[in-house]
Nanobody, 115 residues
Framework: QVQLVESGGGLVQTGGSLRLSCAAS????????MGWYRQAPGKQREFVAT???????NYADSVKGRFTISRDNGKNTVALQMNSLKPEDTAVYYC?????????WGQGTQVTVSS
C-alpha cells in the first residue's frame, strides 16, 4: 500500500507565497514520478508540475516562473514552492505519485489566494 500525505496549504494574499509538501510511504519503487495537480471549484483537476526521480521537471504554462517543484528521493517527499500567487491559483492541490502504471493520490490541501 502507498500513502501520500500533503501539508502546507492555507490562505494567502495576492503576491504571497506558500510551500506545499507531500510525504509518500509504503511500497515505493525508487524509479517514479511525483507531482502536483489542482482542482478549482467547478473545474476539472489539472496538471501543475511533475518531477521524475532523476530530477527532470515539467510545469504547466500557467505556473512557469512562479512555482518550483523539488523532491528528496531519500525521504520520498516532494515539495511545491509557490510564489507570486494569484487568485486564479485558488484550488485544492493534490500530490500524485506514479509508479510504473499505477497512480496514487493524496487527500488534497486547500490553497486560497485572496485579492
Amino acid at each position: 500500500q502507498v500513502q501520500l500525505v500533503e501539508s502546507g496549504g492555507g490562505l494567502v494574499q495576492t503576491g504571497g507565497s506558500l510551500r506545499l509538501s507531500c510525504a509518500a510511504s509504503g511500497n515505493i519503487f525508487s524509479i517514479n514520478v511525483m507531482g502536483w495537480y489542482r482542482q478549482a471549484p467547478g473545474k476539472q483537476r489539472e496538471f501543475v508540475a511533475t518531477i521524475t526521480s532523476g530530477g527532470t521537471t515539467n510545469y504547466a504554462d500557467s505556473v512557469k516562473g512562479r512555482f518550483t517543484i523539488s523532491r528528496d528521493n531519500g525521504k520520498n517527499t516532494v515539495a511545491l514552492q509557490m510564489n507570486s500567487l494569484k487568485p486564479e491559483d485558488t484550488a485544492v492541490y493534490y500530490c500524485k505519485l506514479i509508479i510504473r502504471t499505477s497512480d496514487y493520490w493524496g487527500q488534497g490541501t486547500q490553497v486560497t489566494v485572496s485579492s
